[in-house]
């Protein structure tokens, strides 16, 4: 269909090198072909061209001044994407490689993971190019205040409510929302992802690794499988690689990796959860430490990695969550993947695999999860910490799990019989992706040209 190409076209013209945009933009429109050969009214409503442009882009300028008196400058980015359902919502990220495209396909990705929850959000995205890295906490806090300083005046409960993503967790959270309160005068559910002692839910810490755990789970029973006494690697070493460990614990599996910046660990025994947690989230230092307690575990540097993908793809195992960055999975990662074993794959992260890799991943028909459906978990429990918020109440952690874990299945089975519907049963990211689109372009016709 030449709307494909025409899109894409269009797109690099006016928002031009933003290469994670296009990619998002072209898996989505790619698998609306057979969507739009049934449906062409979605074709007469031009909403394919609505949909990847966003509704407002916001870019400023966050000055701020180090503990040394040095002032610094960096580019702080709100894309509020789509509110066809509901307020705009997505994550702040805080990271040197955010860019304007980066935000844009995080934006986009968000509308439709958003739309698989069945609440009523809108999809949007943020963050700043700043590096939370060997920074101390008052420095943190002043470029946080800096930040809110701007953003305050695009944002609010009812309209768009961020979240964390990386760089940006609990501490900045905190930073973020007391310069709201302060600039505002107003204590409101601007944020998720609160403190428990102001507003926050529990199990939002813990509900993107646990959201993309519970995914896999489904994805195994439908094809008569479980974890229990599965082998699984996961990438990343943040809030959603910890919790999917926590929670593969939990169920009897063996997670059996993780990794950062600096290099991958490889714990055959299984990854040491406590000490990870202190490395991590206490003494916020690199994974390079964790040979300290367990020196028969192996770290391997970046400096050692293959040179075409990643040293945590190339291990045997079972079960595979990518739960690090975009990309960070490769084709000849997926190789691998495959060739060690691996039959299922849930993403934490979002768009962790190259086009390449998904293609093989769908080629061999294994169990591949998408990360607009398996990370869900952590956007969906956010609008659940919303309507906290709204109702002034805090729930104990039983309900919000079970919510949570409700919430995944339906996901699962929404993108399953979509797939099913559309001819190709094993194939959920066209399930996802036509099952997302659906839901946003049929609310954007009844709303009008807007």
């Known amino acids: 269909m030449p709307y494909v190409h025409d899109t894409l076209a269009r797109l690099k013209h006016s928002s031009p090198a933003q290469a994670e945009f296009y990619q998002a933009a072209e898996e989505v429109l790619e698998c609306l072909r057979p969507l739009i050969e049934r449906f062409p009214h979605y074709h007469d409503h031009s909403i394919i061209e609505r949909i990847v442009e966003p509704e407002r882009q916001i870019l400023f300028r966050i000055s701020w001044v180090d503990d040394a008196g040095r002032i610094h400058v960096n580019k702080g980015y709100r894309v509020q994407f789509n509110s066809s359902l509901g307020p705009y919502k997505g994550g702040l990220r805080f990271h040197p490689s955010v860019t304007s495209g980066t935000i844009k396909f995080l934006g986009f990705e968000q509308i439709f ?44 409960p009812t309209c768009d409510v961020p ?18 309160k302060r600039l505002t005068g107003r204590y409101e559910g601007v944020l998720t992802g609160k403190g428990l002692n102001w507003g926050g839910s529990f199990g939002r810490k813990e509900a993107t690794g646990y959201g993309a755990v519970y995914f896999a789970q489904n994805m195994l029973a439908a094809r008569g499988d479980g974890l229990k006494g599965k082998t699984c690697l996961v990438s990343g070493a943040g809030n959603v690689a910890i919790y999917a460990i926590e929670k593969l614990y939990e169920l009897d599996a063996l997670p059996v990796t993780c990794s950062d910046s600096r290099g991958t660990v490889y714990d055959p025994k299984g990854i040491d959860l406590d000490l990870l947690k202190q490395l991590k989230e206490v003494r916020r230092t690199s994974l ?35 739960c690090a960055t975009q990309n960070e999975l490769t084709e000849a990662d997926a190789r691998s993947l495959l060739s060690q074993g691996v039959y299922c794959i849930s993403e934490g992260a ?26 869900a978990g952590g956007v969906a429990t956010s609008q659940l910490e919303m309507a906290q918020n709204s109702g002034m109440e805090q729930w104990p952690i039983e309900k919000v799990d079970e919510k949570l874990q409700q919430i995944m299945a339906n996901i699962h089975q929404q993108c399953a019989t979509t797939a099913e519907e559309f001819g190709d049963p094993t194939n959920l990211v066209l399930g996802a992706n036509i099952a997302g689109f659906k839901k946003v372009a049929d609310a954007m016709i009844e709303q009008g040209v807007m």
Request: with cysteine; charged share 25%.
């Open 350 to 375: 979002n768009m962790p695999s190259t086009k390449q890799a998904v293609d093989l991943f769908l080629e061999e028909k294994i169990a591949y999860g998408p990360g607009k459906a398996a990370n």
């Open 163 to 180: 979240a964390g993503d990386i760089g940006v967790g609990s501490r900045e959270i905190g930073y973020l929302f007391g310069q709201y």
């Open 113 to 156: 993971k958003n739309a698989l929850t069945g609440l009523p959000i809108g999809g949007g995205k943020g963050g700043s190019d700043f590096d939370p890295k060997g920074k101390s906490d008052n420095e943190i806090m002043r470029f946080c205040q800096a930040f809110m300083t701007e953003l305050h005046r695009h944002i609010g």
């Open 288 to 322: 390079e430490d964790y040979l300290h307690d367990h020196p028969d575990a192996q770290y391997i540097s970046v400096r050692d990695y293959p040179q075409d993908g990643h040293a945590v793809w190339r291990i045997a195992a079972d079960v595979a969550f990518p």
